[in-house]
């Protein structure tokens, strides 16, 4: 038994530790003194929680757990175990040689889980596809080790709470909440709108209707809102409503045959819109009347969105209203008694637009906050503009692409700030957290109104109506960029497959040092059955209920591990799962001994286009040092035409580990050791059709891409193999000088390929220009096969393009787009469990700016440290042809001092450059 880790807890009376095994089990240890000397030394049993690296009590009586693998775990400490009847075990207990002492692991006792921190690490392979038709691809994983492993879906968005969900008598448009008393901490009604009514709830234990509200419910309501301190105004097309707390009700008739078109209220003003585009004001005076401004003001185009900001603490009124009109403009108005009404400022549009809301973002206990106004066109974009709380001015725009329909926008309270929730296609919600702006979408369903909701259930949430429903929403997890769904998995994932037509996984899970399901259950009745044996005639039946006991014992491996069969055991399945409700659909079981190691989905050509395969390369009495091998085979299943069941046809002997398959051609490439093999189908076994035993060590990777096949050796990089049919030979063509132990590679064109290695580095490799011409006009073909290598390789080098040390191994790469509409980037999984993207630039000057902002951020913002960035960096290969990007953004934590330093010697203010990060992010994704 070995400890992995351990905790001390210290207290003015007593101390202990808590020791982790590599099983799990934690030991609390405490210590017998004599003077300062430790006469004895006690261990118990105390829980089993997941393998850890570290641990950590915390003074509050909490234990945290930071996993090896897989998400780490907050737990309380409920009991310190002291008063239980586990068995103590010490030092000066006598102790016969070969005796052992033993404890029995149970479920969680002194240890309460409270909270789990999600980890994906480690990543073993990603790809990113969209399987469940919702525009934006999901990243799709095979995550952690052992009993511990689990698929995750991970969707860009925030994790959204379904509070409640009621169904309405109708198809609702508009909802409003309001509190009655402006110092009520929580909401008092929901107003819902529908086509000729208005339906009033109030808010308690539940959510019912009320009729004593003062609200006029025969008619659509325009807007609401609670006015000065008590009061309430109800904004409806034929006039206004003002209900104060005594139910008194004042009313405002529009004028002759006009009705109101538009409106914007806050808890002090109200600006309406009548039909024909004029506009009239009206503001609470201190009696808390609502008195109209004796002018109006006649737009030169229809309104068609209007919005008022809060009123700010200690003033009377928000000076500026922003008006969209038809014309494809917004201009900001003025409120201001001076010169009430008179135009301020004016912004063209690229489109209509379809709301407006003017928001406070950014204020913090020291900062004062921005005013931003959000608009939202008609053609499914989002602008963020600054507006000037002195002058009105319009300035710094952002622009993001959000969905398919008009952009409605509804101002809600998040972390005690103003935000903004954005519906298009897909709802998204602009807050402003741990000091930077978030622009996420929700993981939820398509809504159509919304508004702020706040009740002690849920303090900070947002109800919505989607449809013929109400939905009370609350989101949680702010501030993360994605959210998953977590499937388990029994053993550690190796690789799997996405079947093209129903987008279901094919998954190969395989573990050493395992035993699989049924030898696990054989070894345990054996276990049993010694129990009996060696007891004593007088002790049978008690021998008989501890066998009885140990049977029927289900200790989870989740949480409790696997039994460890020993070095050379292997346990393999394959299965099919549907990653979005993540039921398996088929599972078959390898017998003990026999490792999968590679997959690949395929059709043959000889079989028919109808006819699809899946290809399993297993190692059987596979040991791994020394290393020895007993036999390997390539297992052919028949898929069938749902992707839901695996037929098994044959099995073909190799005679070598095959680490790589890849279809090519209507055939199928497997590389066994330092061979590369092309197999055809069939009917006893897979025919051998053409092989290259020419690789330096062992093929670690193989992708194929038109005639051209990229291969990748375990410890000498990438060489590109041609395949001539007329001579049906494999011929290695071009190969690199430098010494790379490859991991994964990712085709990016004809002529250049991606690759990772085991040393944490990124690096794209390219063919000298006009080598592919040569080769591919080379008549007779076989100028590459008997050209004289150069330093004992192949004819023509690959030349380096890029270097890029990441600091993590990489385990998949893939050219992916992330958002829909955006462009193509390199996406990389770590190891460690970080996602990351390599982007190219599209233009020369981009280049520039950004190669300069990485040289000064080097200078001014060295890291925590002390290394040096350009040394890291560069760690195994000089950093070449790449831009520190997360070095880059660390811009807008910066001292604003340094910002405007940095960026006057760039010739442009720190707003333009923050512009150009946040452009060139959401250009490639999130």
Known sequence: MIFVCSAAHKTKSMFFFLAQTEQGD?????????????????????????????????????????????????????????????????????????DTFFFAPRILRNLVLVDELESLSPIISCQVAD?????????????????????????????????AVSELPGNPNAVWTVKRRADDEFDSYIIVSFVNATLVLSIGETVEEVTDSGFLGTTPTLSCSALGEDALVQIYPDGIRHIRADKRVNEWKAPGKRAIFRCAVNQRQVVIALTGGELVYFEMDPT????????????????????????????????????????????????????????????????????????????????????????????????????????????????????????KLFRIRMQGGEAVLAMSSRSWLSYYFQNRFHLTPLSYETLEYASGFSSEQCPEGVVAISTNTLRILAMEKLGAVFNQMSFPLEYTPKKFAIHPGTGNLIIIESD??????????????????????????????????????????????????????????????????DPIEGRTFFLHRFEQNEAAMSLAYCKFASQGEFQQFVLIGVA????????????????????????????????????????????????????????????????????????????????????????????????????????????????????????????????????????????GNIGVLRLPPNTSDDIDEDPSGTKALWDRGVLSGASNKLEVLCNFHVGETVLSLQKATLIPGGNESLVYTTISGSVGILVPFTSNEDHDFFLHLEMHMRSENSPLCGR????????????????????????????????????????????EVSKKLEDIRTRFAF
């Open 131 to 163: 399987l469940a038709n919702e525009d934006t691809p999901q990243l799709y994983m095979l995550c952690g080790r052992g009993p511990r492993s689990s698929v995750r879906v991970l969707r860009h968005g925030l994790e959204v709470s379904e509070m």
């Open 620 to 759: 059987k009495d596979f040991q791994l040092a020394p290393r020895t091998i007993g036999q390997c085979y390539i297992y052919t299943f028949r898929l069938n035409q749902e992707c839901n069941m695996l037929e098994y046809l044959h099995r073909t002997i190799v005679d070598e580990v095959p680490y790589s398959i890849c279809p090519f051609k209507g055939k199928i490439l497997i590389g066994l050791g330092k061979t590369l093999r092309l197999y055809d189908f069939g009917k006893k076994k897979l025919l051998k059709k053409s092989e290259n035993k020419h690789f330096p060590n062992m093929i670690v990777h193989i992708t194929a891409y038109g005639n051209r096949i990229y291969v990748s050796d375990v410890q000498e990089s990438v060489h590109f193999v041609r395949y001539k049919r007329q001579d049906n030979q494999l011929i290695l063509f071009a190969d690199e000088t430098n010494p790379r132990w490859v991991t994964v590679t990712a085709v990016l064109d004809y002529d250049t390929v991606a690759v990772a290695d085991k040393f």
């Open 288 to 407: 808390g009347q609502l008195n109209e401004y004796t002018e109006r003001r006649e737009m030169p185009a229809d309104v068609v969105c209007m919005s008022l900001g809060t009123v700010p603490v200690g003033e009377q009124r928000c000076r500026f209203l922003a008006v969209g009109l038809a014309d494809s403009t917004v201009r900001i108005i003025s409120l201001d008694p001076s010169d009430c009404l008179s135009p301020l400022s004016m912004q063209a549009l690229p489109a209509r637009a379809e709301s407006l809301c003017i928001v406070d973002m950014g204020s913090g206990e020291e900062s004062q906050g921005t005013l931003y106004l959000n608009i939202g066109l008609e053609n499914g974009v989002l602008l963020r503009t600054v507006l000037d709380p002195v002058t009105g001015d319009l300035a710094d725009t952002r622009t993001r692409y959000i969905g398919s329909r008009p952009v």
């Open 512 to 577: 050493h040092n395992a035993y699989t399901e049924d030898v696990k259950k054989q070894r345990r009745i054996q276990m049993a059955d010694e129990m009996k044996e060696a007891a004593g005639p007088d002790e049978q039946e008690l021998a008989q209920e501890m066998a009885d006991a140990f049977l029927n014992e289900d200790l989870p491996d989740t949480v409790f591990g696997a039994p460890k069969a020993g070095p050379g055991m292997w346990a393999s399945i394959v299965r099919i799962m």
């Open 26 to 98: 934690i030991f609390k240890i405490t210590l017998e003194l004599d003077d300062d000397m430790v006469t004895e030394i006690r261990l118990k049993y105390f829980d089993t929680v997941p393998v850890a690296s570290s641990m950590c009590v915390l003074k509050t009586g909490f234990l945290f757990v930071a996993s090896e693998f897989g998400n780490h775990y907050l737990y309380q400490i409920a009991h310190l175990g002291d008063d239980d009847d586990e068995p103590e075990f010490s030092s000066a207990m006598p102790l016969e040689e070969g």
């Open 868 to 911: 040096d960035h350009l040394s890291f960096r560069s760690y195994y290969f000089p950093v070449r042809n790449v831009i520190d990007g997360d070095l880059c953004e660390q811009f807008n934590s910066m001292d604003p001092n340094k910002q405007r330093s940095i960026s006057e010697d760039l010739d442009r203010n720190p707003n």
